[in-house]
């Protein structure tokens, strides 16, 4: 059976991929078979990636709501945008549980002209820049133009002394972070110029999706007991995460939910952060 992405391209559906990717959720093999033999009913040739993601999404879900929160992390990253504001502000906090010092948004003159930097980061009296480059759609990449414009930049920057942190500050790296993927060319030209990428997958085993699982820094829109008004309520507070909810003093407040359902809301939380 072939499954349509939403490039367009026309691939072979993988059954054990997607058994892959149910387990790395947290379900058990045995749940996961259980999941594929629920669904195979509802499959048919050139079927789109997406329904076959949102039919084992809503059938793990019956199993347990932090599994399928998991299993949502790719869109729950990426409805932190439409602009992207809200991904520099958990990039930040991703370098911060890494021993960073960071501040977001700042604005900074370099040798020839000012720039407004995404995140600038410390650690261990090193100052890094971070681009960040949102996307809101799993299809789209970054490619090479994007590294070779940031490169630019940060040759601008990094003769000039700064006070982020403290006085006569060098800027000595620069992070590209992507939500999606980069392109091999981006990854080649990054590689060679010594610029430090960061996507979903790369680099191999320590991407995104592993810091966020090895730091439990889940973003709260991968939630499933919350509606999307909610998030963006709770977005608005700047409760960026799973871990801002739970330890926030009155992350709650502004949602107005009953006890019984901020219950089951604890309880998910509970489950992606044990």
């Given at each position: 059976?072939?499954?349509?992405?939403?490039?367009?391209?026309?691939?072979?559906?993988?059954?054990?991929?997607?058994?892959?990717?149910?387990?790395?959720?947290?379900?058990?093999?045995?749940?996961?078979?259980?999941?594929?033999?629920?669904?195979?009913?509802?499959?048919?040739?050139?079927?789109?990636?997406?329904?076959?993601?949102?039919?084992?999404?809503?059938?793990?879900?019956?199993?347990?709501?932090?599994?399928?929160?998991?299993?949502?992390?790719?869109?729950?990253?990426?409805?932190?945008?439409?602009?992207?504001?809200?991904?520099?502000?958990?990039?930040?906090?991703?370098?911060?549980?890494?021993?960073?010092?960071?501040?977001?948004?700042?604005?900074?003159?370099?040798?020839?002209?000012?720039?407004?930097?995404?995140?600038?980061?410390?650690?261990?009296?090193?100052?890094?820049?971070?681009?960040?480059?949102?996307?809101?759609?799993?299809?789209?990449?970054?490619?090479?133009?994007?590294?070779?414009?940031?490169?630019?930049?940060?040759?601008?920057?990094?003769?000039?002394?700064?006070?982020?942190?403290?006085?006569?500050?060098?800027?000595?790296?620069?992070?590209?972070?992507?939500?999606?993927?980069?392109?091999?060319?981006?990854?080649?030209?990054?590689?060679?110029?010594?610029?430090?990428?960061?996507?979903?997958?790369?680099?191999?085993?320590?991407?995104?999706?592993?810091?966020?699982?090895?730091?439990?820094?889940?973003?709260?829109?991968?939630?499933t007991t919350l509606t999307i008004a909610e998030k963006e309520i709770l977005l608005?507070?700047?409760?960026?995460?799973?871990?801002?909810?739970?330890?926030?003093?009155?992350?709650?407040?502004?949602?107005?939910?009953?006890?019984?359902?901020?219950?089951?809301?604890?309880?998910?939380?509970?489950?992606?952060?044990?």
């Open positions: 059976m072939r499954i349509k992405k939403k490039s367009g391209e026309i691939v072979q559906f993988d059954t054990e991929k997607l058994i892959r990717s149910l387990i790395a959720s947290g379900a058990t093999k045995e749940t996961a078979n259980h999941i594929i033999d629920d669904i195979k009913l509802q499959l048919y040739d050139g079927i789109s990636s997406q329904k076959v993601f949102r039919l084992a999404y809503l059938k793990l879900k019956n199993y347990s709501k932090g599994h399928a929160a998991r299993y949502n992390l790719k869109n729950g990253i990426m409805a932190l945008g439409p602009a992207g504001f809200y991904f520099e502000k958990f990039i930040a906090r991703i370098f911060e549980l890494q021993g960073y010092q960071t501040k977001t948004n700042v604005e900074v003159e370099g040798a020839c002209i000012s720039h407004e930097l995404d995140v600038v980061v410390k650690k261990n009296n090193h100052v890094a820049m971070v681009e960040c480059k949102f996307h809101g759609s799993k299809e789209v990449k970054t490619d090479v133009k994007v590294p070779m414009y940031i490169l630019s930049r940060f040759n601008d920057l990094k003769s000039v002394n700064h006070s982020f942190f403290s006085e006569d500050e060098k800027i000595t790296k620069c992070w590209i972070v992507t939500n999606n993927r980069f392109t091999s060319e981006a990854i080649k030209f990054g590689e060679c110029s010594g610029l430090n990428l960061l996507s979903w997958d790369y680099p191999m085993g320590n991407g995104l999706k592993e810091l966020v699982t090895q730091f439990k820094v889940y973003p709260i829109t991968c939630l608005l507070q700047e409760i960026l995460t799973v871990y801002n909810l739970v330890h926030h003093e009155n992350g709650f407040a502004k949602l107005k939910l009953s006890q019984s359902r901020i219950k089951k809301v604890l309880n998910e939380c509970q489950q992606l952060l044990s």
